[in-house]
């Protein structure tokens, strides 16, 4: 059973950058493809971007185009999500998880977005 642990999520200002990592238990993490999604208050979690096991990134939501990237390094079973141009509106909980056929849920990492 593959455990997921996020990281990386603090308090930025607008604008700002942070860069998430998602760590998976077991070699069998690389076989898959891997997404990142967010739960904001009060909303339903949403896909973010997703990436393929050999890292062809193969979608990102509308509103973080231009701004997030997802990469993988199988070597270290971690998926990233290097997060530029920080908006209020990125203010969530990300969780990292395969794009279907879910893993246990991780505890997340939170990010706020905030003057």
């Known amino acids: 059973q593959v455990q997921l642990v996020e990281s990386g999520g603090g308090a930025v200002q607008p604008g700002g950058s942070l860069r998430l990592s998602c760590v998976g238990s077991g070699s069998i993490f690389r076989s898959f493809t891997m997404a990142w999604y967010r739960q904001a208050p009060g909303k339903e979690r949403e896909l973010v971007a997703e990436i393929t096991p050999v890292g062809r990134t193969n979608y990102y939501t509308d509103s973080v185009k231009g701004r997030f990237a997802i990469s993988r390094d199988n070597t270290k079973n971690t998926v990233y999500l290097q997060m530029n141009s920080l908006k209020p509106e990125d203010t969530a909980v990300y969780y990292c998880?395969?794009?279907?056929?879910?893993?246990?849920w991780g505890q997340g990492t939170q990010v706020t977005v905030s003057s």
């Open positions: 998880n395969r794009n279907a056929g879910y893993f246990p």
